[in-house]
């Protein structure tokens, strides 16, 4: 059975700052693994995702992610963070040849001026 | 491409009320999802469909709660009757399998039961 977890439900980081924010997955087979935002009274908007390809993904807005299969990780990353950037983001699993997506309980990205 | 689209955005209703909310999926898309949003449970799936057939609604949390898709562009979710504690947010998303089922959110329907 596939599962999310995320560390940490809140992030607090201040502006320029490298954000990290830690996404740990299970799956039992090869996974697509996916980060997406979520500003104030919007949808989810899909910021990247991994399909089996580089493990290193890139997306929009700055920010990437490695997919990690020895540590069952997919961790994202940009290096310096901006106002903007506050917002709440959802690490997700699929698995291929199924429907259905799993969503981490997500992690709230506080940036202080 | 208009994207998923749900109405409406917002509803108020009274306790009781039966509630429908609308939702039309990018078209070729052959998943949809039905999810609801809490302060205090996260984000919640409720049920999809895959080619239109209901293939799992183990998130459903009541009988008052239930879900059409009568063809590939629309679907609606009922609530009847409604109570305060329905109170949410409601996304519809619809995803494609020749997409690596990566989902596309609509705005939300933003429903308060008083």
């Known amino acids: 059975a596939q599962s999310v977890t995320q560390l940490g439900s809140h992030v607090s980081v201040s502006e320029g700052a490298l954000v990290l924010l830690r996404c740990n997955y299970s799956?039992?087979?090869?996974?697509?693994l996916f980060w997406y935002v979520q500003y104030p009274n919007q949808g989810l908007q899909l910021l990247l995702k991994?399909?089996?390809?580089?493990?290193l993904v890139k997306g929009i807005n700055g920010f990437e992610a490695e997919f990690k299969k020895s540590e069952t990780s997919f961790h994202l990353t940009k290096p310096s963070a901006h106002m903007s950037d506050a917002a709440e983001y959802f690490c997700?699993?699929?698995?291929?040849?199924?429907?259905?997506?799993?969503f981490g309980a997500g992690t709230r990205l506080f940036v202080k001026a | 491409d208009a994207g998923v689209i749900q109405s409406p955005r917002h509803e108020v209703t009274e306790m009781g009320q039966e509630v429908t909310l609308r939702c039309k999926p990018i078209?070729?898309?052959?998943?949809l999802f039905w999810y609801r949003q809490t302060m205090m449970r996260g984000l919640e799936l409720l049920i999809y469909f895959n080619n239109n057939v209901p293939i799992d609604d183990s998130g459903m949390p009541e009988d008052r709660f239930s879900a059409k898709m009568p063809n590939a562009s629309f679907s609606t979710l009922k609530i009847q009757p409604s109570e305060p504690r329905d109170s949410a947010v409601y996304f519809c998303a619809s995803s494609s399998t020749d997409r690596y089922n990566e989902q596309f959110f609509g705005p939300g329907t933003r429903l308060t039961v008083l």
């Open positions: 799956s039992s087979v090869p996974p697509y």
């Open positions: 997700a699993v699929s698995e291929g040849g199924g429907f259905k997506t799993i």
């Open positions: 078209s070729g898309h052959n998943s």
């Open positions: 991994y399909t089996s390809a580089a493990t």
